[in-house]
């Protein structure tokens, strides 16, 4: 397994391009199940859940090409063959359950293999199963697939009441209700940019939705929807955890392609910590204002609040900040695995249940660390640009599912850092 390693760094500089959205690609590209007609995906990243999500859709029949180097997902569903995801695929990748309400929306049935919990927690599919019950689908649980029949008319439109704000579920319910004989209305449906790209994409193919970016979305269901293109929006977590790279090791770093509104709940906390966020022509700029960055308070909330995806690269951050800062995870239930890593450099951290407290400290060490989930991943690298000496992010390839040549892109604004083949 490969490992990568960081050197300790002055401050930084130069800019950085930021890629489509993982996040949006992953319930993009599941679109174009629901239509006969080409779905083609323009700015899309080339991240190794992409690939994931293309053999998935491979493996139903739906033929999926990686142009321009992977940056164009050019994909047609007319010609099916099964609509069985088999559990060796869904078992690398929680969002394959996206596939599962195009599915029963186009043809009636489908049969996916539940994803099964990942790192950060049990992550189960309730919510996702309830609102398509809700259209009227009939589902059966058995040896770990899902078994899912639409009524014979096919879903009808209902009314899906979310007891807690679900991203993947709101987007499983949002593609189902396309095809809905009806009107759906979700609500407290997640708010997220990811969410408002999905229905933008719908809308090109034909979809009849409104209210997408607020807590209440509702959808006419239409016959069949058309082939479109589409551009994935800019990944806002990728652009975060950039923003936060000059913010750990001063210096100054333009982040291509960021808008302010994709991160204002994280630029709030960047500012309260004492960094600047400039709005410019190509991007944003961000730079430490001179001093300490200051320990500051953090919650997890859905958006428009501090993106849970993003808690662990601005806890790096606060290690070395003045004061204590302290961090609740309230979306997921064990999302501090960086901390004991982080600790391994000098962090000085008390985890109790969902709350993190961390006490700023002058100066990290490098140290050889391990990475246990995407996001913690980078903060060790975040956390390794400031430290003293080297570090080595072990297990790396859980980098390599949500982050596109971040070696390449940090060596590109000056810091020292390498990947090294493993056996
Ligand atoms: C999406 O996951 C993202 N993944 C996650 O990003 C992100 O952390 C999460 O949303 C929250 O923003 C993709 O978009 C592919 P949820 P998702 O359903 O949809 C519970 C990354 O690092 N829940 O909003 O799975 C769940 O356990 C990844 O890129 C249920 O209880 O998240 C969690 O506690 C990590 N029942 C909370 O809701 C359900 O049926 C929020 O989960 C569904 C979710």
Do not use: W
């Amino acid at each position: 397994m490969d490992s990568i390693i960081v050197t300790g760094n002055g401050p930084l500089s130069g800019r950085i391009p930021i890629a489509g959205a993982k996040n949006a690609c992953l319930t993009l590209m599941p679109a174009t199940l629901l239509s006969d007609e080409p779905l083609t995906l323009t700015n899309a990243p080339r991240l190794s859940d992409i690939r994931t999500m293309t053999l998935l859709l491979q493996s139903l029949g739906a033929e999926v090409q990686g142009l321009q180097e992977g940056q164009v997902q050019a994909m047609s569903s007319h010609a099916l063959t099964s609509t069985r995801a088999e559990y060796d695929i869904v078992r690398k990748m929680r969002a394959s359950i996206l596939v599962l309400g195009p599915l029963l929306a186009r043809f009636g049935h489908a049969e996916v293999s539940l994803p099964g919990g990942c790192a950060i927690g049990a992550r189960p599919v309730d919510l996702h199963l309830r609102a398509l019950e809700a259209m009227g689908a009939e589902l059966d649980l058995r040896e770990g697939y899902v078994h899912a029949k639409a009524p014979s008319g096919g879903l009808r439109g209902g009314i899906v009441e979310f007891p807690l704000v679900s991203v993947g579920a709101t987007e499983n319910a949002l593609m189902a209700a396309t095809l809905a004989k009806g009107t759906t209305v979700l609500k407290n449906a997640a708010r997220e940019p990811e969410i408002v790209d999905l229905a933008q994409c719908l809308r090109k193919m034909g979809a009849q939705i409104d209210g997408e970016g607020t807590d209440t979305i509702e959808i006419q269901g239409v016959d069949r929807l058309g082939g479109a293109t589409h551009r994935v929006v800019t990944d806002r977590i990728e652009l975060g955890t950039y923003m936060l790279a000059p913010a750990i090791c001063g210096g100054e770093v333009e982040l291509l392609g960021g808008t302010i509104d994709l991160v204002r709940a994280f630029c709030e906390k960047l500012d309260e910590a004492g960094i600047s966020v400039e709005e410019t022509a190509d991007g944003l700029k961000v730079s430490r204002r001179n001093g300490r960055v200051k320990a500051v308070d953090v919650i997890t909330e859905p958006f428009p609040g501090f993106p849970t995806d993003l808690q662990a690269q601005m806890m790096a951050l606060l290690c070395t900040a003045e004061g204590t800062s302290v961090l609740e995870e309230k979306i997921f239930e064990n999302r501090f695995m960086h901390a004991p890593e982080l600790m391994r450099m000098g962090a000085k951290i008390d985890v109790h249940g969902g709350t993190a407290r961390v006490t700023g400290v002058d100066t990290l060490k490098g140290a050889p660390v391990m990475a246990t989930d995407l996001r913690a991943s980078v903060s060790l690298i975040l956390a390794g640009l400031a430290a003293e000496g080297d570090t080595v992010v072990n297990r790396v390839y859980h980098l390599d599912r949500g982050y596109e040549q971040v070696v390449r892109k940090l060596q590109g604004v000056g810091a020292r850092i390498e990947r090294v083949r493993g056996e």
